[in-house]
Nanobody, 114 residues
Framework: QVQLVESGGGLVQAGGSLRLSCAASGSIFSINAMGWYRQAPGKQRELVAG???????NYADSVKGRFTISRDNAQNTVYLQMNSLKPEDTAIYYC????????WGQGTQVTVSS
């Protein structure tokens, strides 16, 4: 059994920062990719950022230069540092990990006020 626990969401003013964390536990030997998706009301879930075990990253164009993804392999944790937040970043953020299949976190709300 694999569990993902997210933290760090909340309400912030435009231009502010938040840091999301996602810790994986359970029957984990080695995690391949980790990352974050988000889903805004009335929109499809979209990839925000991903990171491979070796640290190769990819970002959605809308967050490049503002968000930074990182991971701690020893702690099975992935982070998302979000700076210069905009109202359009408001969404539920879901972390994921890829082992032999994809596991998802429960989601954490990020709300950016204008």
């Amino acid at each position: 059994q694999v569990q993902l626990v997210e933290s760090g969401g909340g309400l912030v003013q435009a231009g502010g920062s938040l840091r999301l964390s996602c810790a994986a536990s359970g029957s984990i030997f080695s995690i391949n990719a980790m990352g974050w998706y988000r889903q805004a009301p009335g929109k499809q879930r979209e990839l925000v950022a991903g990171i491979t075990r070796r640290g190769i990253t990819n970002y959605a164009d809308s967050v490049k230069g503002r968000f930074t993804i990182s991971r701690d392999n020893a702690q099975n944790t992935v982070y998302l540092q979000m700076n210069s937040l905009k109202p359009e970043d408001t969404a539920i953020y879901y972390c994921y990990i890829d082992i032999r299949r994809t596991y998802w976190g429960q989601g954490t709300q990020v709300t950016v006020s204008s």
